[in-house]
């Protein structure tokens, strides 16, 4: 049973890291759109393709631009915070009551 505890923390460990680094790009994202960045960098582009298939379903289903200013950005980053309060704190409750 041990097993099934660790590699559910092991896993709700890795599912924060990960979330929490997608949320920094994001952020890194919507700072760098704010100037006129060079589509060509190889960051740039990294960044785009990394958060445009989130922010385009995003701008999809639920128009969030707001006098020019796209709150996509926003949406997502709201979404990570929730993903990571209910999903990791229970994976890691559900290891507490198995061990």
């Known amino acids: 049973m041990f097993i099934i505890v660790n590699f559910l923390n092991a896993l709700a460990n890795i599912l924060d890291i990960g979330l929490n680094i997608y949320m920094w790009i994001i952020i890194i994202r919507a700072i760098i759109s704010w100037v006129s960045p060079n589509p060509y960098n190889p960051i740039v582009r990294f960044l785009y393709s990394a958060t445009e298939p989130v922010l385009w379903r995003i701008r999809r289903y639920l128009p969030v631009v707001f006098g020019g200013i796209d709150l996509s950005p ?12 209910f999903l990791v704190i229970t994976l890691h409750q559900l290891a507490i009551r198995l061990g």
């Open 74 to 85: 926003i949406v997502a980053i709201l979404a990570v915070i929730f993903l990571r309060e």
